[in-house]
């Protein structure tokens, strides 16, 4: 159903995100892209729908080369869910579903009718939630509406960039329940991207584990698990990666990617503006070679703007964690202190990733999750 042949993107500024990519996803299968942040997992899905277009290479969906079908007529062929849904705050929840079935002209009482099977689909009672607005809805909800969205005109593909990355780890689990009930209906081609193994490992049928722009393993979650092939891989399965943390473990499990990364060179008011589109309240600004530069805040990217300097003088560079020698301790005393999220890393400066509250919360959960699978095994 969709078909990455050596799909290759390379930003204006040189940086190699997705090289060579082959992979094919099978009508009604679920892929799982996952791996470290920056990996090209984010790219990969852009160019499915061309939000970013390819350097070289040909991506196929549904037998068309994408290239050959109009950018805008393709994003509504797509389903598109990301992170941060971006509901439109002024319109109701049967308005902000029905968005592309409109825009692809149906008729009214079609679209009234959809709406209400895709609320039911869901478990939320029509009479209830049809007029509610986005902002007397709850996160998890919030999230349930635009997967709703993203399958409003009945798409063959769905694409799926940390969809329930920011939710609770409750809310978090009972939207992957729901989405897999809901394929067992649907029968979607779902590309979904995570850097979450226990949410890869219970969503996938092929999860596709990436590394610096290509494939290192690809294989059902049991072939991933019983044979891993590389050590990189080995280590981000790390079987026993929750069965054996303690608080003196090193911060890999905790790591996730950041919403926004930037590059220095941004104006600062360029980058609030994307902040306050996305919904975070802070930003990792890393430069081309992976180096990090500092993470943005808000008052001080205010401050900066003000001068009209770029992001690099809105950051702070004081709160970061070394990955090389940080504990789960270190990271769970920080974020104590302070409920921002906690860079990580190297001691050559690279950027690895961010540690959160939400993350710590997710672990706990998973182990006592998987704590219980034991004791039920
Ligand atoms: N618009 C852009 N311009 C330049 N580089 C980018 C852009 N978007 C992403 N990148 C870079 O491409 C690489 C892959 O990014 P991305 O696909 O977002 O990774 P992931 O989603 O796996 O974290 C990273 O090195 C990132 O910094
Ligand atoms: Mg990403």
């Known amino acids: 159903m969709v078909l990455f042949e050596k799909a290759r993107k390379v930003y204006d500024d040189g940086t190699l995100a997705v090289d060579d990519l082959d992979l094919e996803i099978a009508k009604g299968e679920i892929a799982v892209l996952i791996g470290p942040s920056g990996c090209g997992k984010t790219t990969s899905l852009k160019m499915v729908n061309r939000l970013e277009e390819l350097t070289s290479?040909?991506?196929?969906?549904?037998?068309?080369?994408?290239?050959?079908?109009?950018p805008v007529q393709l994003r509504r062929k797509i389903?598109?869910?990301v992170q941060e849904i971006a509901l439109m705050p002024h319109m109701s929840v049967a308005e902000n579903i029905a968005i592309v079935p409109k825009l692809l002209g149906?008729?009214?009482k079609r679209i009234q009718k959809r709406v209400d099977e895709l609320l039911e689909l869901a478990?939320?009672?029509?009479?209830m939630y049809r007029f509610r607005l986005p902002d007397q809805l709850s996160g998890g909800q919030k999230q349930r509406i635009g997967v709703l969205r993203a399958l409003a005109a009945d798409p063959e593909v769905?694409?799926?960039?940390?969809?329930f990355g920011a939710l609770d780890p409750i809310s978090r689990e009972g939207l992957q329940n729901e989405l897999l009930e809901l394929?067992?209906?649907?029968?979607?081609?779902?590309?979904?991207v995570t850097h979450?193994?226990?949410e890869a490992l219970r969503m996938a049928n092929k999860v596709v584990i990436m590394r610096q722009g290509r494939i290192e393993q690809m294989g059902s979650p049991d072939e991933i698990q019983e044979r891993p092939a590389t050590d990189f891989v080995r280590n981000f399965i790390g079987e026993?990666?929750?069965?054996?943390?303690?608080?003196?473990?090193p911060l890999d499990t905790l790591v996730q990617d950041p919403i926004l990364r930037v590059k220095p060179g941004l104006n600062a008011s360029e980058v609030l503006d994307l902040m306050e589109d996305e919904g975070c309240e802070t930003a990792q600004v890393i430069d081309r070679n992976g180096k990090w530069g500092g993470m943005a805040l808000l008052w001080l990217l205010k401050k900066a703007s003000k001068k009209g300097l770029s992001a690099a003088d809105g950051v702070t560079r004081e709160r970061k964690l070394l990955i090389e020698e940080a504990t789960l301790r270190d990271a769970a005393e920080m974020l104590a202190d302070k409920d921002l999220p906690i860079p990580v890393v190297s001691g050559t400066g690279e950027f690895v990733g961010i540690v959160t509250q939400a993350g710590i919360a997710r672990l706990t959960i998973g182990r006592l999750t998987r704590k219980r699978r034991e004791v039920l095994d």
């Open 57 to 70: 290479g040909r991506i196929i969906v549904g037998g068309e080369d994408i290239t050959s079908v109009d």
């Open 79 to 81: 389903g598109y869910v």
């Open 106 to 108: 149906w008729e009214k």
């Open 123 to 127: 478990r939320l009672e029509p009479t």
């Open 158 to 163: 769905i694409l799926m960039d940390e969809p």
């Open 183 to 192: 394929q067992n209906t649907v029968k979607k081609t779902i590309i979904f």
């Open 196 to 198: 979450d193994m226990e």
């Open 240 to 249: 026993d990666r929750l069965a054996n943390i303690s608080p003196d473990s």
